[in-house]
Each structure stands twice: as structure tokens, then as C-alpha cells.
């Protein structure tokens, strides 16, 4: 079946624009995750939603950083006046069930502030 | 003090060598282990669980000491295909939430 998949695949913006970063997750996963991986270094948690459950925030770097989740399925991650540190690889992960299930990856989206 | 801890590498080692890689976790409440592989600007991918009693998956066998707080990863007959980058990713809260990844460790695999 389909994998995660995540849009754009790459996104160029000048430093100071918002820039919106989209994730379809595995068909009837209920958790979603957003990572964020900069050169070289480890993923590093953002955001997590389970079901209708409120979600799990404590990662976000800043209140720039938001991230909604429609219907239990597709999440868009907003990045609001981004800043250079902001580029990095924002990975998007899915898995059936809360906490201790498999993620299964999307391929990530790209990002470059300049 | 970071929640998961790797060595880096990177690990260069032959065709059909053995190599062991080491991970370190700080929360003892941890419940769930895996080992993840992550190619050259791809995503990671799941490699294998790790469970209480230790699992072998054909040339990979991983353990868990809960102990001494880590996990290990062997990779026996090593292939060109190995060359990867191995994620050590420790379930940290006892909500399960959140997971935490490792920075990675480079292993080449050398014809």
C-alpha cells in the first residue's frame, strides 16, 4: 500500500516568509509524528497526534512553529517568519497506534531559508 | 545529558566482517527500543525492535541491557549494502509519546 508522503519534496523561501509543509500519513494510522533533522545531527522531535487527543507540543523550537492534523489524517506544519536555522529536513511519521508501534517515514521535505 | 547517546563512527570495516554498534539511553523508564537505518539523504527506515531477551533478524542480532541502560546492534557477514547510517531510537516517556533518536552511527562497508 502507499507510504507516507510528504509535499514539498524540496522549498526554498527567503528568511522572514511563512512556509507550509504537508503530510499524508499510512491510510487508518492513528499516530502522527514531525521530526526535524538538521546536517548531520539526530531527529529531533516536534509535534505528536494521536487520534482526537490533544497534541503532544512539547517539541516545537518556538511559537513560530505550529502544526494542525484535519480529520485525523493529513497534517500540515507552518513555519511562520522563518529564520536561516530554521533549514533543516522536516520528517513526517506515521504509525497505527499510540506510543510503542513503528513509525514508518515519509520521505521528508526539504527545507532551505535563505 | 542527552536522552539517547552514539558513537558516531565512523566504522569503516570490510566485506564480511563483524561489527557491533553501542547505544546509551538515560531514561530508565524507557519501554520500547529499535534500531533504525537511515541512507545517504533518505529516510529512516526500521531495521529491527529490540525486545528484553535480545532478537536475531538473519545477520542482525540486537540486545538490550536494561541494567546498564543500552542497546547493541551486531551485524555479522557485513555486505556493501550495510553502508548506512544506524539510528538507535528509545521510547522515553512512560505515556509513549515521545521517541528519541540517536545522532546516528556511519558504518562503510569496504569491497
Known amino acids: 500500500g502507499a507510504g507516507v508522503s510528504q509535499s514539498p519534496s524540496n522549498k526554498v523561501t527567503e528568511k522572514g516568509k511563512d512556509v507550509e509543509l504537508r503530510c499524508d500519513p499510512i491510510?487508518?494510522?492513528?499516530?502522527l509524528y514531525w521530526y526535524r533533522q538538521s546536517l548531520g545531527q539526530g531527529l529531533e522531535f516536534l509535534i505528536y497526534?494521536?487520534?482526537?487527543?490533544?497534541?503532544?507540543k512539547s517539541g516545537l523550537p518556538s511559537d513560530r512553529f505550529s502544526a494542525e492534523r484535519t480529520g485525523g489524517s493529513v497534517s500540515t506544519l507552518t513555519i511562520q517568519r522563518t529564520q536561516q536555522e530554521d533549514s533543516a529536513v522536516y520528517l513526517c511519521?506515521?504509525?497505527?497506534?499510540?506510543?510503542?508501534?513503528?513509525?514508518?517515514f515519509g520521505p521528508g521535505t526539504r527545507l532551505l531559508v535563505l | 545529558r542527552k536522552e539517547v547517546e552514539q558513537d558516531p563512527g565512523p566504522f569503516n570495516v570490510p566485506e564480511g566482517a563483524t561489527v557491533a554498534f553501542n547505544c546509551t539511553y538515560s531514561n530508565s523508564a524507557s519501554q520500547s527500543f529499535f534500531w533504525y537505518r537511515q541512507d545517504c539523504r533518505k529516510e529512516p527506515k526500521l531495521l529491527m525492535s529490540?525486545?528484553?531477551s535480545g532478537n536475531e533478524d538473519g545477520r542482525f542480532t540486537a540486545q538490550l541491557n536494561r541494567a546498564s541502560q543500552y542497546i547493541s546492534l551486531l551485524i555479522r557477514d557485513s555486505k556493501l549494502s550495510d553502508s548506512a547510517t544506524y539510528l538507535c531510537v528509545v521510547n522515553g516517556r512512560d505515556t509513549g509519546n515521545q521517541f528519541y533518536f540517536g545522532t546516528g552511527t556511519s558504518l562503510t562497508v569496504i569491497p
Open positions: 497526534f494521536q487520534g482526537n487527543s490533544a497534541p503532544d
Open positions: 511519521a506515521s504509525s497505527r497506534h499510540r506510543g510503542q508501534e513503528t513509525q514508518y
Open positions: 491510510s487508518g494510522h492513528t499516530a
Open positions: 529490540v525486545y528484553s
